[in-house]
């Protein structure tokens, strides 16, 4: 734009005459924008039209906008953008309003971003928070106080104020007078922040002595304020706290019985002392109280319910409890990973900033690389193991991780219901239920590894073993078979009853491992599947043996093998010494079970009660903190064994004869049929017994491929004559499909024939150990210990003569004559009958028809059995039928029959019908119209396809019912494993 003034004096004159209240410039003013901004000219006003001038602003434009007008000038239009400057004129009223408005927004907005700036700064906020904080407390409002001031206890430069304002408060909350509303609301404030490990280190106690004073007026309050102190003890003693804690929960049930809120808090104190019948009488008048639902007593009694075998009403209490915990446990398993990351992040950072202790700098440049890695993630498990807010993330996972028993417990309870049920229909929804109620539990991180393997292990519970398989087959080829998923995988399938393949795996694994560590864990896992005591030392010996679990272990072991050889003092001493060993160790389900084991066979050498109780007491401790079908298993066994062992402590000098304690001894020495029923219905009212049948129900569920198990179910249904239910149990063992290939191998040398060194010493032994306690067995001894030592001495002499190749059995056979005319009962009956058949068979050798026979079989089967053969044979049958022995014997098994009523061993009907046809008639119409007696024959050869006795058995049960052709392919089957019965 061009400027141009008038020099002109005549010119001037008359400018000023025409416009007083211009004044002259010297030079036009400078008008440029540059993209929008800059300076213009705007506006037109006071024309004049003798010159041709009008007055315009100077003003600053923003994107060609005016804002603001600087001054006016009197300009006269030269054309295009040019101007003649006359002179300067003052601006309008209105235009100097607008820019005094406009300087006014200016100033306003800097000061408006100044003020921001301050009363958004984290000082002001942060103090304003203590000022507030301070007023509440004031106000006595200690709850709203805590609020307010925790989130600044953290501040760096006022956090320390903030902190002596929460303990004043808290003091108020927790000292005398202070309402428990308040107590309960701080309490609370304080154990959600991450800050309390380091504001109140003595948070447990204080927390203590506060629910003591509300104890009496609000117990309901005051648990609540223990139950705090439990989950938060800080550097406060744990023990105290429970102990004050079960305190006002039992002074609460004493006061109020009827309260279910008060019946729930002592529940949930006797899951401490692990007194489950007390929880049961407790809570089950409540169990369908509102008070009770979703609890955690509904827990604590779903959880008895389950293991008693109620499981309609567990599934009940613990899909309640279960279901609204889902999505809390999930979102604390998210939260503790993403404060674990962040925080492993943020110490990273330290060291990388060169910010860390120089300690760690000076061990990192000394090392080589490999070892760098490692003092890197070694300072960093430090410092993570020390957060404030790792552990407090870690201490919400933990609490909310007691759902997962629950979630098992409810998942197994379904599958157990849809065994029980007829209708298909229920069935399917019952174990698509389960497993979705495994499923609920999936890992925060979707298809983990963990994931994985679990998936694997319920899918064998579901039934779908293939697949459970599968699952865990490319789990291990996903990490190409490294020893640390071996050693979890092998764990999986011992539990779900495929202990051959985890022995198989974990022994190929531990061939190819290379690293020392990693080969004695692999050892420390195989020795633990051992298939006998001397396999277990040969993998004890590969462990690491600085280990308190492997000293205690390799103890154990040499007790085992002391035992065997008939050492019985040394056993003692190496079971104790393992029991001591077991006392110093962390407790765990794993040290629970292992030490229970060392009890009972100390108990078993030394016939104490009271040893064998603490045996079951501690795996039914391990079996609830751990959900394992092994452990259910020994716990199942161990109940049957003290149902037997206190039985027998009114008929046996058990001290003496120690290793009868556990078994059958009484049903043993029944006399007449009246006594063998006593004994009987005596062991099934037993409540171990009942125990045991529940917990061996439960294990079978979580563990189909375990022969065992169904062997031990077995004999419940066979001991009641529950055909339907014997039924059922074969539908299930042909289902799981057993491999019985490994334990046929393992059989094998058993039925050839071969004893080690050890067990010829043994024997021999405790030959000697018991004629010593017959030669000093007191006179005022119970009658049934003598009869048993009696029977025990012919049984292993007549051992120990069959393994020297001895003929001579008129001694023994007339000892047990002797000892059955003045004790006849059961156990001396077969005793007799025993030795009436050794003295058939050393008798009729001569024939080398028997003799062929009797070699074939004679470290397969007891003389009897061998009997029953040669009478089924046609070759050799009249020669045994005719014998006058074989009729004294028949005659034997009659009274026998006559004690225990027992229909079901085939071998009386081919031991009478060979001599008296018409009564074998008879039996065998028996035998074709009982359908109990071919499923058991079925049954027993299921369980054990490849022992001789069971595949005799099936075999003559099958031609008895006239199925020559399923007799003969029972032997087929027999031989091509390499068992032959008949030559």
């Known amino acids: 734009m061009d400027s141009q003034t008038t020099d002109s004096g005549s010119q001037e004159a008359y400018l000023r005459e025409q416009f007083p209240a211009m004044k002259p410039i010297r030079g036009a003013p400078t008008l440029l924008t540059l993209n929008g901004f800059g300076t213009s000219l705007a506006g037109k006003r006071d024309f004049h039209a003798p ?22 000038y009197r300009v006269i239009p030269a054309g295009g953008n040019s101007y003649h400057f006359l002179g300067k004129e003052p601006l309008s009223g209105l235009a100097r309003r607008l820019r005094w408005l406009v300087m006014a927004g200016v100033i306003g907005g800097f000061a408006t971003v100044i003020c921001e700036g301050y009363f958004n700064s984290d000082g002001y906020r942060t103090d304003k928070r203590i000022q507030k904080a301070e007023t509440y407390l004031k106000e006595n409002d200690l709850s709203a106080t805590a609020s307010e001031i925790i989130p600044v206890c953290s501040h760096p430069s006022r956090g320390t104020r903030a902190v002596s304002i929460l303990r004043e408060t808290a003091g108020k909350a927790w000292g005398e007078g202070a309402s428990v509303e308040q107590a309960l609301a701080v309490s609370r404030e304080i154990s959600e922040s991450t800050g309390r490990f380091l504001w109140f280190p003595d948070f447990g106690e204080r927390l203590k002595i506060a629910a003591a004073y509300h104890a009496r007026s609000h117990p309901k309050e005051a648990l609540a304020l223990m139950d705090l102190a439990v989950a938060f003890p800080g550097k406060s003693p744990i023990e105290p706290i429970r102990a004050a804690r079960g305190e006002i929960a039992r002074q609460w049930w004493k006061t109020e019985p009827g309260c279910a809120a008060a019946a729930c808090a002592y529940a949930e104190e006797l899951e401490a002392d692990d007194k489950a019948s007390e929880i049961r009488t407790i809570l089950t008048p409540f169990k369908d109280h509102a008070d009770l639902a979703g609890t955690e007593a509904a827990r604590l009694l779903g959880g008895v319910l389950f293991r008693d075998g109620d499981f309609a009403t567990a599934r009940k209490l613990l899909r309640g409890y279960t279901t609204p915990r889902i999505t809390g446990f999930h979102a604390a398993e998210k939260e503790c990973a993403r404060v674990f990351e962040e925080r492993h992040h943020a110490y990273l950072e330290v060291l990388n900033q060169h910010r860390g202790p120089k300690e760690f700098y000076r061990r990192y440049e000394a090392a080589d690389d490999e070892r760098k890695g490692a003092i890197v993630e070694e300072y960093l498990a430090e410092q993570l193991r020390d957060d404030p807010a790792v552990k407090h993330a870690i201490d919400r996972q933990e609490q909310a991780g007691r759902l997962v028993p629950a979630v098992m417990q409810l998942g197994i309870s379904e599958l157990n219901l849809s065994r029980e049920v007829t209708d298909a229909g229920e069935r399917q929804n019952l174990l698509q239920s389960a497993e979705q109620t495994f499923l609920s539990i999936r890992g925060a991180a ?8 679990f998936l694997g292990e319920i899918s064998y519970w579901l039934g779908k073993h293939q697949e459970g398989r599968k699952l865990f087959d490319e789990l291990l080829d996903s990490h190409k078979r490294a020893s640390e998923w071996v050693l979890q995988v092998a764990d999986r ?17 531990w061939t190819s491992e290379s690293d020392t560590s990693k080969k004695q864990m692999l050892a420390s896992v195989r020795q633990v599947m051992c298939t006998d005591s001397d396999d277990r030392r040969k993998w004890l010996l590969r462990c690491d043996s600085a280990q308190g679990e492997v000293k205690a272990q390799l103890h154990s072991n040499a007790g085992e093998l002391a035992q065997l050889a008939g050492r019985i003092d040394e056993a003692k001493a190496e079971f104790r010494k393992a029991a001591e060993v077991y006392e110093t160790l962390p407790e765990s389900a794993s040290r629970l079970n292992n030490e229970a084991l060392v009890w009972q066979n100390l108990a078993m050498l030394t016939g104490s009660v009271a040893d064998f109780r603490k045996s079951v007491e501690n795996i039914a401790r391990a079996s609830r903190l751990e959900q394992s079908s092994i452990l259910l298993e020994n716990l199942g066994s161990s109940y049957l064994n003290l149902a037997n062992w206190e039985m027998n402590e009114k008929l046996l000098d058990l001290e003496i004869v120690p290793e009868m304690a556990a078994s059958g001894a009484r049903v043993g020495l029944a006399a007449t049929s009246e006594e063998f029923k006593a004994a009987i219905d005596g062991l099934a009212r037993s409540p171990h017994t009942a125990e045991a049948r529940k917990v061996l129900s439960q294990a079978l569920v979580m563990s189909p491929k375990n022969p065992g198990l169904y062997a031990a179910m077995a004999a419940f249904h066979v001991a009641s004559k529950d055909h339907a239910e014997i ?9 799981a499909g057993i491999d019985h290939s490994q334990a046929l191998e393992r059989a094998k040398p058993r039925y050839s024939g071969k004893f080690t060194k050890a067990e010829a010493e043994g024997l021999a032994k405790s030959i000697e150990r018991n004629r010593k306690a017959l030669d000093s067995l007191p006179a005022d001894a119970k009658p049934g210990t003598r009869v048993l030592l009696e029977v025990a001495a012919i049984s292993l002499e007549n051992s120990s003569r069959l393994r020297a190749g001895g003929t001579d059995v008129a001694d023994l056979l007339d000892r047990a004559r ?12 077969t005793v007799l009958g025993e030795m009436l058949g050794a003295a058939v068979l050393e008798d009729l050798r001569k024939d080398p028809a028997v003799d062929t026979i009797y070699q074939t079989n004679r470290w397969q089967l007891n003389s009897c059995d061998i009997i029953t ?10 020669a045994a039928a005719g014998h006058p022995l074989v009729r004294e014997a028949a005659a034997l098994m009659e009274n026998s029959f006559r004690i ?4 079901v061993s085939i071998r009386r009907w081919f031991w009478t019908s060979k001599m008296r046809p018409e009564d074998g008639d008879v039996m065998l119409e028996k035998i074709k119209a009982s359908e109990f007696k071919k499923a058991f024959n079925q049954l027993a050869y299921e369980i054990a396809p490849y022992n001789p ?8 049960m099958e031609i008895a019912l006239g199925h020559p052709e399923e007799a003969r392919r029972v032997l087929d089957v027999a031989a091509a494993d390499g068992i032959r019965i008949f030559p």
């Open 51 to 72: 010159t041709g001038s009008y007055v315009t602003n100077l003003v600053l434009t923003f994107l060609f906008v005016p804002v603001l007008a600087v001054s006016a």
């Open 949 to 956: 006795e069971a595949i005799l058995y099936r075999h003559l």
């Open 818 to 829: 002797s000892l059955h005319k003045k004790s006849p009962c059961a156990t001396t009956n």
């Open 446 to 453: 979707g298809e983990t590894d963990e994931f994985r393997l």
């Open 869 to 878: 053969v040669l009478l089924a044979n046609e070759a050799t049958s009249s």
């Open 900 to 903: 225990d009523g027992d229909d």
């Open 493 to 509: 399938l011992r539990d779900v009853g495929e202990a051959d393949s985890a022995r198989s795996m974990i022994e190929e694994a």
């Open 727 to 735: 039924k059922t149990l074969l539908e299930k063992i042909r289902a």
